[in-house]
């Protein structure tokens, strides 16, 4: 099976055939689309957390 697998990925690329793309999963499309915004600032300081300790 692998073996058949491998041979037609070869042939794919003598032929020069471009290899057929599947359609963007919902996650991959909510990453570019996170990727193509701007980053962006926070404002003020870091404040600091007050973790409770029981004690």
């Given at each position: 099976m692998?073996?058949?697998?491998?041979?037609?990925?070869?042939?794919?690329?003598e032929q020069?055939?471009?290899?057929?793309?599947?359609?963007?999963?919902?996650?991959?499309?909510?990453?570019s689309?996170?990727?193509f915004?701007?980053?962006?600032?926070?404002?003020?300081?870091?404040?600091?957390?007050?973790?409770?300790?029981?004690?």
């Amino acid at each position: 099976m692998a073996r058949v697998l491998i041979q037609q990925g070869v042939q794919r690329q003598e032929q020069g055939e471009a290899p057929v793309e599947k359609p963007l999963s919902r996650e991959e499309r909510f990453r570019s689309a996170l990727e193509f915004q701007q980053p962006r600032r926070l404002r003020g300081a870091p404040r600091r957390l007050r973790l409770y300790r029981p004690g």
